[in-house]
């Protein structure tokens, strides 16, 4: 079963920039959809950007201009470069594999926009 573990997150001023890592490890993702998701706290996970196995990709309207998310299929691992960080981008940020019917989640990371 595959199982993914995020890193990268941190602390960053409003403005910075932060590049998280999503490692997948005991199967190979190039057959995943997989997608980067954000839970605020107190607030529901939701979908930040998605990439597909073909490498289309999609972003939430709140994100898009200042996040791009991509997938090293040899390295087995997605990222997601966020520039021009606001506080409201705050939260725990997960990734996501999808293969047919199945769902697999990392453990998430945190990310902190403050002053």
């Known amino acids: 079963q595959v199982q993914f573990v995020e890193s990268g997150g941190g602390l960053v001023q409003p403005g910075g920039s932060l590049r998280l890592s999503c490692a997948a490890s005991g199967s190979i993702i190039s057959n995943y959809a997989m997608g980067w998701y954000r839970q605020a706290p107190g607030k529901q996970r939701d979908l930040v950007a998605a990439?597909?196995?073909?490498?289309?990709?999609n972003y939430a309207d709140s994100v898009k201009g200042r996040f791009t998310i991509s997938r090293d299929n040899a390295k087995n691992t997605m990222y997601l470069q966020m520039n021009s960080l606001k506080p409201e981008d705050t939260g725990v940020y997960y990734c996501?594999?999808?293969?047919?019917?199945?769902?697999?989640w990392g453990q998430g990371t945190q990310v902190t926009v403050s002053s």
């Open positions: 996501k594999g999808i293969l047919g019917y199945s769902n697999y």
């Open positions: 990439i597909t196995s073909g490498g289309t990709t």
